[in-house]
């Protein structure tokens, strides 16, 4: 029903920016919580941020609050991650996922996700 592709990973230096995207399938693309999460080898998957269907409501892990802005284009069926003042221990896969339900920073309440795009950032 809802397809996700993320975009924009890359490597770069400590300190530096990038930009995540994640471009969704569907016409229902704007009722869906979006989230974004991360794996960093052998650890667990791990909260990022959340974005309300509306954009209005927006929460983040206390590890990226400040640096992290998360976002969405309804009429683009976009959802982005803008990364700045990147630390080495950001290094992680990153996942876009879909929530039906109300914004939650509870992986397993997500209903789709993205395959994941590899940051890496070099100290």
């Known amino acids: 029903q809802v397809q996700l592709v993320e975009s924009g990973g890359g490597l770069v230096q400590a300190g530096g920016s990038l930009r995540l995207s994640c471009a969704a399938s569907?016409?229902?693309?704007?009722?869906?919580?979006m989230g974004w999460f991360r794996q960093a080898p052998g650890k667990e998957r791990e909260f990022v941020a959340v974005?309300?269907?509306?954009?209005?409501?927006?929460h983040y892990a206390d590890s990226v609050k400040g640096r992290f802005t998360i976002s969405r284009d309804n009429a683009k069926n976009t959802v982005y991650l803008q990364m700045n003042s990147l630390k080495f221990a950001d290094t992680a896969v990153y996942y876009c996922?879909?929530?039906?339900?109300?914004?939650?920073?509870?992986?397993?309440?997500?209903?789709?996700w993205g395959q994941g795009t590899q940051v890496t950032v070099s100290s």
């Open positions: 996922a879909a929530d039906r339900g109300g914004p939650t920073a509870v992986a397993d309440a997500y209903d789709y």
């Open positions: 569907g016409r229902t693309f704007s009722s869906y919580a």
């Open positions: 974005i309300s269907w509306s954009g209005v409501s927006t």
